[in-house]
């Protein structure tokens, strides 16, 4: 409950920042927006593939230099894997995530991203043909993780974009000593509206 609180202060705050800048910064005024894809994920486990899942949420873009600026995202993000061994077994992972992604603005319309992704659990579900078991209480809450990607806007509004996200967190709960730690891993590509 503390970590969900912490994400959502740490939303407050941008959002808080953001209008500050732009009341500040008249020429280029913090823009709010749109986003949803398709996301490919897996566990770094090996005895998982790729599912397909999506994303969706909203984001501010806040400018804080002539070429730079700093964009947090609300997204709801569903990730998970496929067992290698039987591909009707389905880990399905839900979350919350909260990017807070540094934007270099390379060229006018295209951007490059780095920056941190807070995410929050809120639903964990093994999945085999029509069954399907509840594994909340043995994942972990909280994932953190880092992202890398680039965008591009076709117009002032539609751009499109692409982004790895690479989880630094064990998402098991009670892992045995000797075993390895799983992580998620995500490939987001999708568009984007600004308002």
């Known amino acids: 409950m503390k970590k969900i609180l912490f994400g959502l202060a740490l939303v407050a705050g941008t959002f808080s920042f953001a209008q500050k800048t ?62 290698k061994s039987n591909s009707d077994v389905k880990a399905n992972l839900d979350y919350i995530a909260v990017p807070v992604m540094f934007q270099y603005n390379a060229l006018p319309n295209l951007y490059l991203e780095a920056g941190p992704q807070f995410g929050f659990l809120v639903g964990a579900k093994v999945k085999y043909n029509s069954n399907s078991v509840d594994i909340k209480d043995s994942t972990k809450g909280f994932d953190f993780g880092l992202g890398l990607g680039a965008g591009y806007y076709f117009t002032q509004n539609i751009g499109v974009n692409v982004r790895y996200v690479a989880g630094l967190t064990d998402i098991a709960k009670d892992r045995p000593s000797n075993s390895d730690s799983n992580k998620n891993g995500v490939f987001q590509v999708g568009l984007a509206y600004k308002f």
């Open 22 to 83: 732009s009341n500040n910064t008249a020429s280029s005024p913090v823009r709010f927006g749109l986003k949803a894809g398709l996301n490919v994920s897996s566990f770094t486990e090996s005895g998982w593939n790729s599912k397909a899942g999506f994303y969706a949420g909203a984001f501010a873009n806040i400018p804080v230099a002539q070429d730079f600026s700093v964009q947090p995202e609300v997204l709801y993000s569903g990730m998970g894997a496929k067992a």
